[in-house]
């Protein structure tokens, strides 16, 4: 079925990796815009495969491209609320096609096609027919299908405005329901591929990482394929609300990640956070010195105030990881009311970017949201430090209230310090996370330091006399 498509097109291929060196012509991602969308409709020509713009054949090596997947299918069993799942699938099914690289989701997609496929002579024409072949074949309820890739910088902009309205339809009626309305939250293996270790929790109140899934997908994807990387999860019993802590999640989570997390709150950041895979939207990162939270989302080109960009922190906690402080997660898990709900939800957010800021207006509370800097007004934790108290950001009181109890409670003893000491004090009680350090011993001996946190109410410095 393959037979006149010059590339191998198999699940073996899955996960390849196309670096820059080895690229043709990229398409989306960081340096232009895409979108992918899947739309049931009535009347659908079945086999249908358009290019609408220049093809791999006019494109120059190296160059970027806008890129717009429009899918549309028709079946008499097919629903609309199917559309969600099959359109994550592309994610998936995209990278069978070797040479084909395809990264995230919905408006965020990256994709790459390397130097040997295009040399084999590999065109947008034969994605789009392998794409349409492989998603008739995962889901035996299409009957139609008409792949249509894009692109013209002019039409990707208006079919990236008609993709963002269906995303946004979908959202909002996962927001009718929460996490204590249901019986079942669902499980998601479907970026193992990339992540080997993650599993994605869904529930009516946490959407997915990449924000493509919500419950009701979810739902409408298990009942259609229960064999599938979708599948139903038992809540068990509840260990901690707050957290987000279910005795059958922790079980299933331990057995689908290969025994690598044993543990998952679905609401914090600290302790046992979300395992992160790749495609997440966002990044929610711990501010130790100020004891507050950021938020940085993937659309973001500048330096967080931990000093990195988002590729570098996406970096330290994806793949399955599970790192205290660091979780990836999905804008439309910022609109819930259980958003961090351990931690403080957005009493202890201290730091975002604007345009994500400005999305998130009508979420964040009224009293709230003058309060969080952004970019505009703070890119170090100086500046943070300086604008939430001006603003008078909760966070302050919180700050003053670690410091009152570490002064009632730890009694310390001063040194008389040599006069080549130098010392550093703050108005703040200084807050280190490591999550891990190794410190060197004497006689061969290793001290390893987990999860530790570092209280200092004096740093001293000592100049090396050499």
């Not at 969308?37 to 791999?56: T, Y």
């Not at 890119?379 to 919180?398: A, C, F, Q, T």
Request: hydrophobic share 35%; glycine share 6%; net charge negative.
């Amino acid at each position: 079925m393959f037979e006149d498509i010059p590339v191998d097109v198999s699940p073996m291929h899955e996960g390849e990796r196309i670096r820059a060196a080895k690229m043709f012509v990229e398409f989306a991602g960081p340096k232009s815009i895409g979108a992918e969308l899947i739309q049931v409709e009535e009347d659908v020509q079945d086999g249908s495969i358009e290019v609408l713009g220049p093809e791999l054949t006019e494109m120059t090596q190296g160059e970027n491209y806008p890129f717009g997947i429009s899918v549309k299918i028709q079946g008499e069993k097919l629903e609309k609320e199917l559309e969600g799942v099959i359109e994550r699938r592309i994610h998936e099914l995209s990278n069978y096609v070797k040479g084909f690289m395809h990264l995230n989701q919905r408006d965020q997609i990256w994709c790459r096609v390397s130097q040997e496929a295009h040399e084999a002579g590999f065109t947008l024409s034969h994605f789009g027919k392998a794409l349409s072949i492989l998603l008739k074949e995962d889901f035996p309820l299409i009957e139609n299908i008409a792949v249509t890739i894009i692109t013209e910088e002019s039409e990707v902009k208006l079919f990236l405005e008609t993709a963002r309205s269906a995303y946004d339809y979908r959202d909002a009626r996962a927001r009718e329901l929460s996490d204590e309305d249901v019986d079942v939250f669902y499980g998601c293996t479907m970026c193992q591929s990339f992540a080997p270790t993650h599993v994605c929790v869904v529930t009516p109140d946490r959407t997915a990482l990449c924000g493509a899934i919500n419950w009701f997908d979810c739902r409408a994807a298990a009942r259609m394929d229960p064999e599938g990387p979708i599948f139903e999860l038992e809540k068990g019993e509840v260990i901690d609300s707050e957290k987000g802590e279910y005795s059958n999640v922790n079980a299933t989570v331990s057995e689908k990640s290969q025994g690598t997390t044993e543990r998952v709150y679905l609401h914090s950041l600290f302790e046992y956070p979300h395992t992160s895979c790749g495609c997440f939207e966002a990044v929610a990162f711990y501010i130790p010195e100020l004891d507050g939270i950021g938020l940085v989302n993937r659309d973001f080109r500048g330096q967080t105030p931990l000093g990195i960009p988002f590729s570098t922190m996406a970096g330290q906690c994806s793949g399955g990881k599970q790192v205290e402080g660091f979780t990836g997660l999905s804008i439309e898990y910022m609109k819930s009311p259980k958003f961090l709900q351990a931690d403080g939800g957005y009493q202890r957010i201290i730091w975002m970017p604007l345009e994500l800021k400005e999305s998130l207006r009508e979420f964040i509370p009224e009293d709230l949201y003058d309060k969080i800097p952004t970019e505009e007004n703070a890119e170090s934790i100086k500046d943070i430090r300086k604008y939430l108290r001006e603003n008078e950001h909760p966070i302050m009181e919180r700050l003053s209230q670690t410091k009152d109890s570490n002064e009632e409670t730890t009694e310390i003893t001063e040194l008389d310090a040599p006069s080549d000491f130098t010392e550093w004090e703050d108005d703040t009680t200084p807050v280190a996370y490591l999550p891990e350090m190794s410190v060197p011993g004497s006689d061969g001996v290793r001290i390893i330091l987990k999860n530790a946190r570092v209280y200092a109410e004096k740093v001293i410095i000592k100049k090396e006399r050499k």
